[in-house]
């Protein structure tokens, strides 16, 4: 698996929990950057490693199992009042925040693991 992938998933998942903070539903816009990841894949020709395959799964697995503890927080935080601009209830904008939340939160586990396999 390609680590700049990670890192642009990291970046992405800052600058668009900080947007949906400062801008509300508008910041989602910053979800656009995400259409970088193609260029940097990598071209498999045949069939993939099941090494690969491995790191995806583990990486996908560990990130939900993440997500559904964070969904819970959002859930029992939903009704805090950010007043940055405007007041905005996180009950307006969770959706928004988890996506983001998320995208972090896989590039962060997919660099562990990364990193995890790579020293093996």
């Known amino acids: 698996m390609n680590r700049k992938i990670f890192v642009l998933e990291i970046l992405v998942g800052i600058c668009g929990f900080v947007l949906v903070m400062l801008f509300g539903v508008k910041g989602f816009a910053a979800l656009a950057l995400y259409a970088f990841v193609p260029l940097f894949r990598k ?3 045949g069939v993939t490693e099941t090494s690969d395959k491995c790191k995806f799964h583990k990486t996908n697995n560990i990130t939900f199992v993440v997500s559904f503890f964070l969904i819970a927080l959002l859930f029992f935080l939903r009704t805090f009042e950010i007043s940055v601009n405007q007041p905005l209830i996180i009950n307006d904008i969770w959706l928004y925040l988890y996506v983001f939340i998320i995208l972090f939160v ?15």
Do not use: P
Request: net charge neutral; charged share 20%.
């Open 43 to 45: 071209k498999h020709i």
């Open 106 to 120: 896989h590039g962060i586990v997919g660099l562990i693991i990364d990193k995890e396999q790579n020293s093996f």
